[in-house]
């Protein structure tokens, strides 16, 4: 089963420095049919105008992936951490026990992001952070692992029973993915335009799988597409 969200259907809410759309329920959006997607809570869709951002808050007893799609966010935590996570690139924080950070663009025009909550393995965990450049010719043509609970490779260490995975798809590409029984998916196009055994979705929608055991996603034209597999 594979269910389209259209981007222009989710929930979400324009704060002038911020335009935020939001595949689930979040902040002042609530819709019950739409609270999580297995162990996958939060996916949002950001556009942070220049020189503005998230100033300091506090999470914890989440792991929040954040894939940057234009532009780059600038982090600082309490712990001590601080950078600069780029186009393509990806940066993960484990709130465990409690993090503070801030979020800001420092560029002279707009971020995107797509900002990625998986809810943890267990709670009470020690607060981590780590971001890591992945180079586009390691995605071109199939799907890399930029962030997991499990050992894959060089792929950014979260606390939870999930995968985040990326390709990048010339107009004409095929890519496949492999989804273990039981398992479920979320895919959303970061840009372009691409069909998932056969289901249409362009940049920004949303294609929530479940009981689909092989994933075929095939470019209509040059894409970039996220995934999410879970519990």
């Known amino acids: 089963m594979i269910e389209r969200r259209a981007f222009q259907h989710l ?16 902040a002042g959006y609530h819709d019950a049919k739409r609270m999580h997607w297995g162990d996958l809570r939060v996916w949002n869709d950001d556009t942070i105008a220049p020189h503005t951002g998230f100033a300091p808050h506090s999470h914890r007893d989440m792991e929040i992936i954040t894939y940057v ?3 780059a966010i600038t982090h600082q935590d309490n712990l001590g951490n601080e950078g600069r996570t780029e186009a393509g690139d990806v940066q993960v924080m484990s709130a465990g026990t409690g993090i503070t950070h801030s979020e800001y663009n420092r560029e002279a025009t707009p971020t995107r992001i797509f900002q990625i909550w998986i809810i943890p393995n267990a709670t009470g965990l020690p607060p981590t952070w780590g971001s890591r450049p992945f180079p586009k010719a390691g995605r071109d043509g ?23 995975a990326a390709a990048a798809l010339g107009a004409g590409q095929e890519a496949t993915y492999t989804l273990a029984a039981g398992r479920k998916a979320y895919l959303v ?12 979705a362009e940049a920004g929608d949303g294609l929530a799988i479940e009981d689909e055991t092989t994933l075929v996603v095939s470019a209509e034209v040059d894409s970039e597409v996220v995934l999410v597999d879970v519990a």
């Open 11 to 26: 929930g979400g809410a324009d704060h002038g420095w911020l335009n935020a759309k939001h595949h689930f329920s979040f």
């Open 189 to 200: 196009p970061a840009k372009g335009r691409v069909r998932v055994n056969g289901q249409l």
């Open 142 to 164: 199939g799907f890399k692992v930029l962030a997991s609970g499990y050992d894959d490779g060089d792929a950014l260490p979260i606390q939870a029973d999930g995968r985040v």
């Open 69 to 71: 799609r234009e532009g």
